[in-house]
């Protein structure tokens, strides 16, 4: 992916080429305007650094909520916020070692607790940034958040 938006060209144009992608994970533009060098374009090198940075600045908080799950919600959580077949197709129940009365029991509580909530007649989580968390770090070696 590259995000043709010259830094020397300001903020207003780098907002409208990243905009929708940041605030798909609640970061704000000037994060990914800070990573980017000087008279240089934002890349996907520098998508990575600044979603690496904003992981990184709230990587307490994030463990602590990811942590306040139990086992089978986290499960959950993990496969709305990676999408794809829908959370009871048998490849989602397989992958999340899931039962189908676990997967509903586990996304009612999440929907009780504010954690996802129903977009467009699919579940979705609520805060972006918790999502792509777990979705990246479930990718890259962290499969001690699936417990």
């Not at 940041?22 to 008279?39: C, F, L």
Request: net charge positive; proline share 3%.
């Amino acid at each position: 992916m590259r995000l043709s938006a010259p830094r020397r060209y300001g903020k207003t144009s780098l907002l409208r080429r990243i905009g929708r992608d940041a605030e798909k994970i609640g970061m704000n533009y000037v994060e990914v305007w800070e990573q980017t060098p000087v008279d240089q374009e934002a890349d996907a090198e520098c998508w990575q650094r600044t979603v690496a940075k904003v992981f990184a600045e709230h990587d307490e908080a994030l463990r602590a909520t990811w942590d306040s799950l139990e086992t089978k919600e986290q499960a959950v959580y993990a496969a709305l916020a990676v999408g794809g077949a829908g959370l009871f197709a048998e490849r989602t129940l397989t992958r999340f070692n899931l039962s189908k009365s676990s997967a509903r029991y586990a996304r009612e509580a999440l929907v009780r607790g504010g954690r996802v909530r129903q977009v467009d007649g699919g579940w979705r989580p609520v805060d972006p940034l918790l999502a792509r968390w777990s979705v990246e770090l479930q990718h890259n070696g962290g499969e001690d958040l699936l417990r």
